[in-house]
């Protein structure tokens, strides 16, 4: 059974900033893995798709690595803003889609 | 992307009542699905629903208690039954773009039951 761990639970840091969220999943065949945002309430907002055979996707200031022998997908966020505060969530595809608990992100003017 | 459109997006409800909640699509879909976030929690799937046939659902979940509806490729209704305080959850739709297997949400919908 596919376990996708997101840490830290939550992350506070300044404005501006560069910062890497982390995802981890034990079973590695995998189709894809996606990230996503959610702000408080709401529903998700797809940021990054990555399919099995790619290493890293790329949508302004973010960018999303993976690496499927390690079990790791990170998530980069460049020059951070206020606007970026919200819970993501990455979800890996393999016979199921399973989400990870998310990392609560909190950028500080 | 895929705009997906929920209602209602909030509603308070009292307990032994039921609520059915709706998601239009902008553009045909074959399949949707159904997700519950409880609160502080990730998400779960409760069920896949599939124009013109039963939808299928996961474990722990009941079509008597979840009744799904599917009439054509953009709609579809997900009823929460006979609530209790338990059902407070954001309830969201998804739809995939099967080419890339990218999936989209609904803004969802929060639920509390008094």
């Known amino acids: 059974k596919q376990e996708v761990t997101q840490i830290p639970a939550a992350l506070s840091v300044p404005e501006g900033e560069n910062l890497v969220l982390n995802c981890s999943f034990t079973?590695?065949?995998?189709?894809?893995l996606q990230w996503f945002r959610q702000d408080p309430g709401k529903g998700l907002t797809s940021l990054l798709l990555?399919?099995?055979?790619?290493r890293e996707q790329t949508s302004g200031r973010l960018n999303a690595s993976l690496d499927k022998s390690s079990g790791r997908s990170t998530l980069y966020i460049a020059a951070s803003q206020p606007g970026d505060s919200a819970t993501y969530l990455c979800?890996?595809?393999?016979?199921?889609?399973?989400f990870g608990t998310g990392t609560r992100l909190t950028i500080i003017p | 992307s895929a705009v997906i459109s929920q209602k209602p997006s909030r509603d308070i409800c009292q307990r032994g009542t039921s609520l059915t909640i709706q998601c239009q699509v902008d553009?045909?879909?074959?399949?949707m699905f159904w997700y519950r976030q409880q609160p502080g929690q990730s998400l779960t799937l409760i069920a896949t629903?599939?124009?013109?046939?039963?939808?299928?659902?996961e474990s722990g979940f009941v079509i008597d208690k979840f009744p799904i509806s599917r009439p054509n490729l953009t709609f579809s209704t997900l009823t929460v039954s006979n609530m209790s305080p338990e059902d407070s959850s954001i309830y969201l739709c998804?739809?995939?773009?099967?080419?890339?297997?990218?999936?989209?949400f609904g803004e969802g919908s929060r639920l509390t039951v008094l």
């Open positions: 998804s739809v995939l773009r099967p080419s890339t297997g990218e999936l989209f």
């Open positions: 079973d590695s065949a995998i189709y894809n």
């Open positions: 990555i399919q099995s055979s790619q």
């Open positions: 979800a890996v595809k393999n016979e199921k889609l399973t």
């Open positions: 553009s045909q879909v074959t399949m």
């Open positions: 629903a599939n124009q013109g046939s039963e939808a299928t659902y």
